[in-house]
């Protein structure tokens, strides 16, 4: 399938007439053209053969190549010679704006990071702002490690003179043309852009890598559509559990599932559910920006109320789930494929009745969370489905009942249905219990290995990043070493006890619209003197979607999230500031709360492993790398001894990290 709307050599792009390249460009496009786009593409064309005419060395023009990850499309992608040039136009402008400078950068980033004949090349964004002045081009100072330069602002007149510039100032081979077009492209989206970019039509194979280390992320969609049509086929109830390493794409696989069957006239009707506020949010409000936006491109006025109508049948809070049921006891609800994720943090009994008895005054209500949400899939008199992502080592709140829960529920109250399990679901981090022994006297239980997503995905530039974290936490100290070296050969990693060091290693490091941010322990109470507030409230929308410009964003490194914000959700570049909560001892690892005036020791196992799963999430957050901040303490404040944070430095110094 072609990326582009129009391709050709540069020397057959020159003799060609704009109306012939325009009428190959209206056929591949599938929304209706307004006069405003034909103006442009025309402005577009003019300005780039009149820069091409003077330059000797041919190559090959891209008009509209697909970027899919982000759902957007680059204007022009221009090989000649041993330069790859993204322009990015913008028709009678007069200004460079920093969106237009973000915007190039992340298209240039997109080819650099994921499409693989790419990596190498030396790579130019231009912002070609036509109606502006031009700016002296430092072209000679920009230049990354990667070969990528910074954006380069120009106007069209003097598009011909960048493009001759750069030919100059960087060195490489010729691009073999062929070898870049057909070359894999193979993406790794955050959450976000995946969500959107599932919501706005493109299949889990656009937006996914597609090298073997991570070729069983489609395999394991294949595999969960597989049992909702058997199950449709033969009129019975199925539930699967499919388990992965923290970022391997459990979410993706559920999002992708349930976008597959939106459509409330289908009886394969999904919805994706999740008891994560925060993510689901952030997800519904990304889906609601970008179909107003989507529909201003095409010159419709939709109200955001309306978007945000049809999303909510798309990605519902768990809760509200749950509430509409009680509402309604004896009706099964509209949906006959039920996702759940992070089902590991669904309620126990305990906590499901004492929320039941003083939220909603029901008195004698008897179900834990998974027994009550597999009842009311039950009710379907054909059939149902029910897909619970788990992730290990994930349960950071009181009353998360664990995935034994879901188990025991399907053991003891609902015999009749099919049990399908990921291989990997006995793994110690899992925490499935006495309960998974007990599948094996059932004979409706098969175990599959297409459940489980071994690989992460989160970080594409180091896939071992899960795995040292969950090293470091083990105090596995010869292991976590090894990873170490291996995962900061791509995946950058320092630590430091100076803060402000640690915001200026973020900024150095991120580049387009690649988000950063601090994430600290709820927990870290003692962080105050930082100005670190971990109680001052953050709006998870605004902090993950905002831009740079939002004081309420994460890129102004003022409000911080905790882990109750994060999980499931990512950033790019992340700060870890790590507080006395968590302490590294010569016996291991201690748990503390900050109340009143000092901390507190927590004995309680179930409050220790929450603690422990909280840095879990927090060090696992970042996609391209992560700075981790120890504080030095300080000996005039009691609660601040340099003792509670010393040990846990030299622990990180031990292992290997870079300090700054």
Avoid at 35 to 50: G, T
Avoid at 156 to 170: A, D, P, Q, T, Y
Avoid at 537 to 557: A, M, N, Q, T
Avoid at 583 to 607: L, P, V, Y
Wanted: contains cysteine; glycine residues 6%; charged residues 25%.
């Amino acid at each position: 399938m072609d990326r582009q709307f129009y391709k050709d050599n540069t020397s057959c792009f020159l003799e060609k007439s704009n109306d012939a390249i325009l009428g190959e460009m209206v056929s591949k496009n599938n929304f209706p053209l307004g006069a405003s786009q034909r103006d442009a593409w025309l402005a577009e064309l003019e300005i780039l053969k009149s820069a091409l005419s003077p330059i000797p060395q041919q190559g090959r023009v891209y008009f509209e190549y697909s970027v899919p990850r982000v759902g957007k499309r680059i204007d022009v992608v221009l090989i000649l010679g041993h330069v790859l040039f993204v322009l990015e136009f913008k028709v009678g402008e007069k200004e460079f704006t920093a969106a237009g400078v973000d915007q190039v950068w992340d298209y240039a980033l997109d080819l650099k990071n994921f499409h693989e004949p790419s990596h190498d090349c030396a790579i130019a964004p231009v912002l070609v702002a036509t109606g502006a002045e031009s700016p002296d081009l430092p072209i000679a100072t920009t230049l990354a490690t990667d070969r990528l330069l910074a954006p380069v602002k120009t106007n069209g007149k003097m598009l011909s003179e960048v493009l001759r510039r750069v030919l100059e100032f960087l060195d490489g081979g010729a691009i073999d043309l062929n070898v870049w077009e057909q070359g894999r492209y193979s993406p790794t989206p955050s959450i976000v852009e995946a969500a959107v970019a599932l919501y706005s039509g493109h299949s889990v194979s656009e937006i996914s890598r597609s090298d073997a280390a991570a070729v069983n992320l489609t395999t394991t969609s294949a595999c969960i559509t597989e049992i909702i049509r058997n199950a449709g086929v033969a009129s019975q109830k199925a539930i699967c559990f499919l388990t992965g390493v923290p970022g391997s794409g459990k979410t993706l696989v559920g999002l992708n599932t349930a976008v597959k069957h939106t459509d409330k006239e289908n009886s394969l009707h999904s919805v994706f559910l999740s008891g994560n506020g925060p993510l689901v949010a952030v997800l519904r409000e990304a889906l609601v920006r970008d179909k107003v936006d989507r529909q201003k491109v095409l010159g419709y006025r939709m109200r955001k109320n309306e978007a945000a109508s049809e999303v909510k049948m798309f990605i519902q809070n768990v809760h509200n789930f749950r509430d509409e049921c009680i509402t309604d006891p004896g009706r099964p609800p509209i949906e006959h494929v039920a996702l759940f994720d992070e089902a590991q943090r669904a309620w126990n009994l305990e906590q499901t009745a004492n929320f039941m008895r003083r939220k909603k005054g029901i008195r004698d209500f008897c179900q834990s969370e998974p027994e009550f949400l597999i009842s009311c899939m039950d009710r379907h008199p054909d059939w149902a489905v029910v897909v619970c992502l788990v992730g290990g080592g994930q349960e950071i709140n009181t009353g998360e009942a664990g995935i034994a829960e879901w188990l025991h529920a399907i053991l003891q109250k609902f015999p009749h249905w099919q049990i399908y399990v990921s291989s990997r679901l006995t793994d110690s981090e899992y925490a499935a219990g006495n309960a998974l022994a007990l599948l094996g006297e059932r004979k409706n239980v098969i175990f599959k290995d297409e459940l489980h997503l071994a690989v992460s995905m989160r970080s594409f530039r180091a896939e071992k990043v899960s795995l040292l974290v969950k090293q470091l936490l083990d105090l596995d100290e010869e292991s976590a070493a090894v990873t170490l070296r291996q995962v900061s050969a791509k995946y950058p990693i320092a630590i430091t006890r100076n803060l402000q060091r640690a915001k200026e290693w973020l900024k150095e490091r991120a580049r387009g619209s690649e988000r950063y941010g601090i994430v600290v322990s709820s927990q870290a109470l003692r962080l105050k003197p930082h100005a670190i507030d971990v109680r001052s409230p953050v709006d998870p929308i605004h902090w993950f979607l905002d831009g740079k410009g939002d004081v309420r964003s994460s890129y102004y490194l003022e409000d911080v999230a905790s882990e109750f914000h994060v999980q499931g959700l990512e950033l790019d570049w992340a700060c870890v500031a790590w507080d006395a909560d968590f302490r590294h001892t010569r016996n291991g690892w201690d748990q503390w709360s900050f109340c009143g005036d000092r901390w507190n020791r927590i004995r309680k196992a179930e409050r220790c492993v929450y603690q422990k799963n909280a840095y879990r999430v927090l060090l696992t957050r970042a996609r391209q790398g992560m700075i981790i901040v120890v504080p030095p303490g300080d000996h005039s404040d009691a609660t601040r001894s340099p003792e509670f944070y010393d040990s846990t430095y030299s622990y990180l110094r031990r292992l290997g990290f870079e300090a700054i």
